[in-house]
């Protein structure tokens, strides 16, 4: 994912005894600006993915999430640790840059099979590790994939948003996603995602993404607990960035098919800060 430059509210120009309010943002405008937020040129964490089912029963899954920026894109690993059922299993994830027209790439690796297999565009509406997150929700935020409208602001857990309509610009984007509309909020201060309501074809809500904690660390301000609630299935799904820390020094060689298949050894990875949460 790649994340964030501050959005710029509207602003007012004094002429005279004429008060002029500047024009609005564009709705491309405010995708990219949430597409290319500064979020350092790497990062690692410690990340939970906690499952919930509909009868409230809770599973944990654990893993180190690692991302490093590159001239024509992104690229990220992830390397399960918990439970021992999910333990090796791990994700390569390459997000080259909208403008070079390529798709974003996953690979997963199975440690039962010994197998690397890279994840097709028809399986990106799978469910990421039993979540409610899909393979399709890790792709990078691409403003050409959608047509955006502008609806207006609204204030979320007190932060001011710009509130926009999205719809797929292609069948393909369509049938990658399930997603025939998407309606998003993004904090017009700091550009990141407070809130996004998935609709089907049939126009109904069948999930909703909110984040419910931000922290500011390094200096930049951080997603550091997400929740999914899938409204069909009455199940919800939770993110939690621990001991998440930017600029870290990460060797190439952990971002690419042959590190997934190796895995995360000891020494791999600066030393993670323990911080108090």
């Given at each position: 994912?790649?994340?964030?430059?501050?959005?710029?509210?509207?602003?007012?120009?004094?002429?005279?005894?004429?008060?002029?309010?500047?024009?609005?943002?564009?709705?491309?405008?405010?995708?990219?600006?949430?597409?290319?937020?500064?979020?350092?040129?790497?990062?690692?964490?410690?990340?939970?993915?906690?499952?919930?089912?509909?009868?409230?029963?809770?599973?944990?899954?654990?893993?180190?999430?690692?991302?490093?920026?590159?001239?024509?894109?992104?690229?990220?690993?992830?390397?399960?640790?918990?439970?021992?059922?999910?333990?090796?299993?791990?994700?390569?994830?390459?997000?080259?840059?909208?403008?070079?027209?390529?798709?974003?790439?996953?690979?997963?690796?199975?440690?039962?099979?010994?197998?690397?297999?890279?994840?097709?565009?028809?399986?990106?509406?799978?469910a990421f590790m039993g979540s409610d997150f899909s393979y399709a929700d890790?792709?990078?935020?691409?403003?050409?994939?959608?047509?955006?409208?502008?609806?207006?602001?609204?204030?979320?857990?007190?932060?001011?948003?710009?509130?926009?309509?999205?719809?797929?610009?292609?069948?393909?984007?369509?049938?990658?996603?399930?997603?025939?509309?998407?309606?998003?909020?993004?904090?017009?201060?700091?550009?990141?995602?407070?809130r996004q309501d998935y609709f089907d074809t049939r126009g109904v809500m069948?999930?909703?993404?909110?984040?419910?904690?931000?922290?500011?660390?390094?200096?930049?301000?951080?997603?550091?607990?997400?929740?999914?609630?899938?409204?069909?299935?009455g199940t919800r799904s939770q993110l939690r960035f621990n001991q998440l820390?930017?600029?870290?020094?990460?060797?190439?060689?952990?971002?690419?098919?042959?590190?997934?298949?190796?895995?995360?050894?000891?020494?791999?990875?600066?030393?993670?800060?323990?911080?108090?949460?």
């Amino acid at each position: 994912m790649s994340f964030i430059h501050g959005l710029c509210a509207g602003t007012l120009l004094f002429t005279s005894s004429l008060v002029l309010a500047a024009p609005a943002p564009n709705a491309d405008d405010i995708i990219r600006q949430a597409r290319d937020r500064e979020d350092g040129r790497s990062f690692m964490s410690q990340v939970s993915l906690v499952l919930v089912d509909k009868q409230g029963n809770t599973r944990v899954r654990e893993f180190s999430y690692l991302q490093k920026d590159y001239p024509d894109g992104d690229k990220f690993t992830m390397h399960f640790s918990a439970p021992s059922d999910v333990r090796d299993v791990a994700f390569h994830i390459e997000n080259p840059q909208e403008e070079r027209g390529v798709e974003d790439s996953q690979w997963m690796y199975l440690p039962v099979s010994r197998q690397t297999r890279r994840i097709s565009t028809t399986d990106k509406r799978g469910a990421f590790m039993g979540s409610d997150f899909s393979y399709a929700d890790l792709d990078n935020i691409r403003v050409s994939d959608y047509r955006q409208t502008l609806l207006g602001e609204e204030t979320i857990d007190g932060r001011a948003c710009y509130v926009l309509e999205r719809e797929p610009s292609s069948e393909q984007v369509l049938a990658k996603t399930g997603y025939n509309r998407l309606k998003v909020w993004i904090d017009k201060q700091n550009s990141l995602v407070m809130r996004q309501d998935y609709f089907d074809t049939r126009g109904v809500m069948i999930k909703q993404l909110r984040t419910q904690k931000v922290e500011n660390l390094d200096g930049i301000d951080s997603i550091t607990l997400s929740q999914v609630e899938h409204f069909v299935n009455g199940t919800r799904s939770q993110l939690r960035f621990n001991q998440l820390q930017y600029n870290v020094e990460l060797d190439d060689k952990l971002f690419t098919q042959t590190a997934i298949r190796r895995g995360l050894k000891s020494g791999d990875t600066p030393e993670f800060r323990v911080t108090a949460r």
